[in-house]
T-cell receptor, first 111, second 114 residues
Framework: DAGITQSPRHKVTETGTPVTLRCHQTENHRYMYWYRQDPGHGLRLIHYSYGVKDTDKGEVSDGYSVSRSKTEDFLLTLESATSSQTSVYFC??????????FGPGTRLTVT | GNSVTQMEGPVTLSEEAFLTINCTYTATGYPSLFWYVQYPGEGLQLLLKATKADDKGSNKGFEATYRKETTSFHLEKGSVQVSDSAVYFCALSEAGGGADGLTFGKGTHLIIQP
């Protein structure tokens, strides 16, 4: 299994609070991604990174920001959480032109 | 833009039955195609892949052939087991799996009854 961890694994927070999810890899892969999984939608890309300090938006980036200050860490921040951001969040990693490997996921509930 | 369409299910089969999960795609270039599997409470695992037309990906008894003429990548298995119960996702990448991420279908929930 690829060395990908996500923290926390579960979180309950209130509307309007900031939330940061962390993805950590030990594989030294160049690319990192954040997806959200919702019933009836499959997985949708939020943001991705193609190197340290290099990030770009995905399909559903509104309300989310990311940072990557080290190769191994990719942070996803919800500046002011809303109920529509209740979801399961997955981090993934890859090398150029290779398949993606996924972390175990973080279940976020916004009340 | 890119898109992937697959049956959502649930698809319910008896053990040892033949499985087909259909997947069709729309892409502007020449994508790579993937099947991922998700077991309950877990992340996604790569099941198989194909990177060019007529390639056949295979793993654990599952196989899928990249058909450019029909823009399809149907997943098949000759004899399913209860342990194959999971959600299966078809996905594509224009960049071969890196760069700008994967486009997923909505997932097919497969239930195998003993």
């Amino acid at each position: 299994d690829a060395g990908i961890t996500q923290s926390p694994r579960h979180k309950v927070t209130e509307t309007g609070t900031p939330v940061t999810l962390r993805c950590h890899q030990t594989e030294n892969h160049r690319y990192m991604y954040w997806y959200r999984q919702d019933p009836g939608h499959g997985l949708r890309l939020i943001h991705y990174s193609y190197g340290v300090k290099d990030t770009d938006k995905g399909e559903v980036s509104d309300g989310y920001s990311v940072s990557r200050s080290k190769t191994e860490d990719f942070l996803l921040t919800l500046e002011s959480a809303t109920s529509s951001q209740t979801s399961v969040y997955f981090c993934a990693i890859s090398q150029p032109s290779y398949e993606q490997y996924f972390g175990p996921g973080t279940r976020l509930t916004v009340t | 833009g890119n898109s992937v369409t697959q049956m959502e299910g649930p698809v319910t089969l008896s053990e040892e039955a033949f499985l087909t999960i259909n997947c069709t795609y729309t892409a502007t270039g020449y994508p790579s195609l993937f099947w991922y599997v998700q077991y309950p409470g877990e992340g996604l695992q790569l099941l198989l892949k194909a990177t060019k037309a007529d390639d056949k990906g295979s793993n654990k008894g599952f196989e899928a052939t990249y058909r450019k003429e029909t823009t399809s990548f149907h997943l098949e298995k000759g004899s399913v087991q209860v342990s194959d119960s999971a959600v299966y996702f078809c996905a594509l990448s224009e960049a071969g799996g890196g760069a700008d991420g994967l486009t997923f279908g909505k997932g097919t929930h497969l239930i195998i009854q003993p």
